[in-house]
């Protein structure tokens, strides 16, 4: 439904960017941030308008693939500029855009790690969120977002017919093999794209110490930290354990979502997960002669087997 207010009087002094991988947790953080008094916060002001207008619903790809490629490039453009269709899915805050906006700082979410580049190009400050690549396979496979192949939808020929020579059984390969090495490139890709400014932050870390997390990132960003926040990131930690894997809520349990979680039954497909992203990074670091780290290792200390 549409949101009835003008975005024209708008001063953005400076522009934040949450980027991360779908089912990241980058919507918590973005809520956070975009709470504080001096922000204004649009939630995937480009990726939202985008899935309107396309059949297909992808939203990590690189835009280069596309046939209105340049049509995204200006959902990029009109974003930067505080700029958005009135949805309420992209205004989770619409009362603050209405009143006095001197000197605002604009936050920004987004899940197409791809496109980290563009939003570089007028010295923002990106913030990329990295979330255990087992976590969102689990996401993805609870809603079903089990696509076969994973990969031809989201790059150019030239970098899927490279990942096909280091991987060339990527698309014959499982769910969840091509999930962990889809991560895996993404994140190699990225951080060698992230500048020197840039933060890196990993979900569960955020979350095993959440206040003192969100006080430092405040810091960071020189951004005022109250008690008005305080009690919102107290108030989103406060869900039910039993929440369902991949449902979209704001709210979570904190015991829950700091540890991965892994059944016994599933540990197959989380050796799957795990050994192709490792996989994926060593591999861009050969092609690119770079020497990335991984987020997460496969004997990760936050692992939680389970009956």
């Known amino acids: 439904m549409a949101l009835l207010f003008s975005n024209k009087n708008i001063n953005i002094e400076r522009t934040i960017i949450v980027i991360s991988f779908p089912r990241s947790g980058?919507?918590?953080?973005?809520?956070?941030?975009?709470?504080a008094d001096e922000t204004l916060y649009l939630r995937e002001p480009v990726t939202t308008p985008y899935l309107l207008e396309k059949r297909?619903?992808?939203?990590?790809?690189?835009?280069?693939?596309?046939?209105?490629?340049?049509?995204?490039?200006?959902?990029?453009n009109n974003a930067l500029k505080g700029n958005?269709?009135?949805?309420?899915?992209?205004?989770?805050?619409?009362?603050?855009?209405?009143?006095s906006n001197k000197g605002k700082t604009l936050i920004i979410k987004e899940v197409n790690p791809l496109v980290i580049n563009e939003f570089q190009k007028t010295e923002n400050k990106i913030i990329y969120l990295l979330r255990h690549p087992y976590s969102i396979a689990k996401s993805y496979s609870a809603l079903h977002w089990k696509k076969t192949d994973?990969?031809?939808?989201?790059?150019?020929?030239?970098?899927?017919?490279l990942i096909q020579t280091?991987?060339?059984?990527?698309?014959?390969?499982?769910?969840?093999?091509?999930?962990?090495?889809?991560?895996?490139?993404?994140?190699a890709k990225s951080k060698v794209t992230l500048d020197l400014q840039s933060i890196i932050i990993r979900y569960e870390d955020l979350c095993k110490a959440p206040q003192n997390s969100f006080e430092q990132l405040f810091k960071q960003l020189n951004i005022h930290y109250n008690e008005t926040i305080k009690n919102k990131i107290t108030q989103s930690l406060s869900a039910d354990s039993n929440a369902a894997v991949g449902e979209f809520s704001l709210q979570r349990n904190k015991e829950s979502?700091?540890?991965?979680?892994?059944?016994k039954a599933?540990?197959?497909?989380?050796?799957?997960?795990?050994?192709?992203?490792s996989q994926a990074i060593a591999d861009t670091n050969k092609q690119n002669n770079t020497d990335i780290t991984s987020a997460y290792v496969v004997n990760c200390s936050l692992i939680k087997w389970i009956d």
């Open 26 to 35: 980058s919507s918590w953080i973005g809520s956070i941030l975009g709470a």
């Open 266 to 277: 599933d540990e197959d497909n989380y050796i799957e997960v795990m050994k192709a992203y």
């Open 257 to 263: 979502v700091a540890y991965v979680k892994v059944k």
């Open 84 to 99: 958005a269709p009135k949805l309420s899915s992209i205004y989770a805050y619409p009362k603050k855009w209405k009143k």
């Open 166 to 187: 280091l991987c060339p059984t990527i698309l014959n390969e499982n769910f969840y093999f091509q999930m962990g090495y889809l991560q895996g490139w993404i994140e």
């Open 56 to 76: 297909v619903r992808v939203s990590v790809f690189d835009p280069e693939i596309t046939t209105d490629h340049n049509q995204y490039y200006c959902h990029i």
């Open 150 to 161: 994973l990969f031809t939808s989201k790059f150019q020929m030239s970098e899927l017919q």
